[in-house]
């Protein structure tokens, strides 16, 4: 578990789970905890067992995805000599290891039919009996699971016990996906900005540039939190200046034109005439707003506002080299000059 990242966020949504998470953390009952990839599932794990009785007994954790499942049995009921080839000697497994604590099962939904079988009698019974053995033992064990599949969906058709859910179903715990978190994507973008930036050996925090903020805003973030930390620690040590707001940001860190699999990259056109007057171009890359506008007035003021998004962001990723912005935009030197007097950017761009 990475116990470097705390609870952040003031969603409603998420602030709901943690306080059921609290609210259960005294119970000796199994808890479901349930989200997509990158939620916190171990985070909340982690929090059911500090907030228990058991807090100064073993936590101890297995990914039952991480293992084949002719070994997931010895891993959770432990083996004895000479049980299967390889076994040389007698192994306790992680119920034994987290006797009196809490035993934290990450990707429930893979074990096989005859792993959950062996799991129930554990749960019904609190005794589990090691491969290549006859004598049960006795274990005071309390259960956090965790899932990113629907459970009750498997158990219909046929690919979960029902009666092991049961079971493990005293209190479900479910965590909102970060899109769904109102307000929490620039509440952990900062920490995890300032974070980066100490460790980096920052001095300043300079934050993000609105167009960034916006985008990181309009991102989906499939990954979660997991993802979201990724991002902008890669932001923060490719920015390398604590005194300018960061002002690029690259989501998919495969993106390349050279990426296997891609498609050639497109020669560059040669830098059209000179024309003081010439919007730079749009890249994929840039901020695309949306404006709604009903007259000349306001087409001017949305391809204005287009404008200067785009400049802003080419500067930014740029890391406001203006000559090497030029280029990217198909301008000359004279033409960026132009543009970023006439939006009030040269300040901004050194210049």
């Known amino acids: 578990m990475d116990r470097e990242v705390q609870f952040i966020g003031q969603s409603g949504a998420f602030l709901d789970a943690v306080e059921r998470a609290s609210r259960a953390a005294p119970m000796r009952r199994p808890v479901l ?29 297995l990914n039952c995805a991480a293992l ?11 083996h004895e000599a000479g049980a299967f080839t390889g076994a040389t000697r007698a192994r306790v497994g992680r119920f034994e290891e987290a006797d009196k604590g809490t035993l934290f099962l990450d990707e429930l939904a893979t074990l ?20 290549g053995s006859s004598r ?3 274990v005071d064990v309390r259960i956090v699971a965790a899932t990113n599949e629907h459970l009750p969906k498997l158990a219909e058709e046929g690919r979960f016990r029902p009666d092991l859910l049961d079971r493990l179903s005293f209190e479900v715990i479910t965590l909102p996906p970060l899109r769904f978190r109102e307000g929490d994507v620039g509440v952990l973008a900062e920490y995890f900005g300032r974070r980066m930036g100490a460790e980096i050996g920052w001095d300043a925090w300079p934050g993000f540039a609105p167009h960034v903020a916006q985008a990181m805003e309009d991102h989906p973030w499939p990954g979660n939190v997991r993802e979201l930390r990724n991002v902008i620690e890669r932001a923060v040590y490719r920015w390398d200046d604590p005194y300018n707001a960061i002002a690029h940001m690259q989501f998919d860190p495969f993106e390349s034109p050279w990426r296997p699999g891609a498609a050639a990259p497109v020669a560059s056109p040669a830098p059209p005439p000179a024309n003081e007057n010439r919007a730079p171009a749009h890249t994929a890359a840039a901020p695309a707003p949306a404006h709604h506008f009903d007259g000349v007035a306001d087409l001017r003021g949305a391809v204005d506002a287009h ?6 962001h080419a500067l930014g990723k740029h890391r406001y080299n203006q000559r090497h912005t030029a280029k990217a935009l198909s301008l000359t030197y004279d033409q960026l000059r132009h543009c970023l007097k006439k939006h009030g950017l040269m300040e901004r761009a050194g210049g």
């Open 68 to 78: 084949p499942e002719t070994l997931i049995e010895a891993e959770l009921f432990g």
């Open 307 to 312: 404008e200067r998004a785009i400049l802003v």
């Open 112 to 131: 096989s039919m005859g792993a959950q079988e062996r799991l129930l009698r554990a749960v019904e019974y609190g005794e589990v009996t090691r491969i």
């Open 136 to 138: 049960p033992i006795h």
């Open 33 to 61: 905890v349930i989200g997509e990839r990158g939620t916190g599932k171990e985070l909340i794990a982690e929090r059911l067992h500090r907030l228990s009785t058991r807090w100064d007994e073993p936590l101890v954790t």
